[in-house]
Nanobody, 122 residues
Framework: QQQFVESGGGMVQPGGSLRLSCVASGFTLYPHRIGWFRRAPGKERQGVAC????????YYTGSLKGRFTISSDSAKNTVFLQMTNLKPEDTGVYYC???????????????WGQGTQVTVSY
């Protein structure tokens, strides 16, 4: 079964940092695009960041660029999401998924993992 396994979530205070990991199970990252998504409480799943395994191009949603950084390690078959200066509105479940393009269009992505919970609160 092809899916991602996410980890690294937890509870952090506003202004803190977390590094999420996403390991591909049953397939390799190449030649896919891999996206990080999040589902905030009571909201739809939305795209956060995406990376191309072919050329390393990265894409971010709105104002997240500058606070969030997506990267990958092909040897570890893993994609990372470094999150800094976290805010309460960053709270949610974070997921990885793969697609043929970094569109952030949820139906185009597959191999979803179970997600990892991030909570930003005092």
């Amino acid at each position: 079964q092809q899916q991602f396994v996410e980890s690294g979530g937890g509870m952090v205070q506003p202004g803190g940092s977390l590094r999420l990991s996403c390991v591909a199970s049953g397939f390799t990252l190449y030649p896919h695009r891999i996206g990080w998504f999040r589902r905030a409480p009571g909201k739809e799943r939305q795209g956060v960041a995406c990376i191309s395994s072919t050329d390393g191009s990265t894409y971010y949603t709105g104002s997240l660029k500058g606070r969030f950084t997506i990267s990958s390690d092909s040897a570890k078959n893993t994609v990372f999401l470094q999150m800094t200066n976290l805010k309460p509105e960053d709270t949610g479940v974070y997921y990885c998924a793969t697609s043929h393009q970094c569109s952030f269009y949820v139906p185009e992505f597959g191999s979803w993992g179970q997600g990892t919970q991030v909570t930003v609160s005092y």
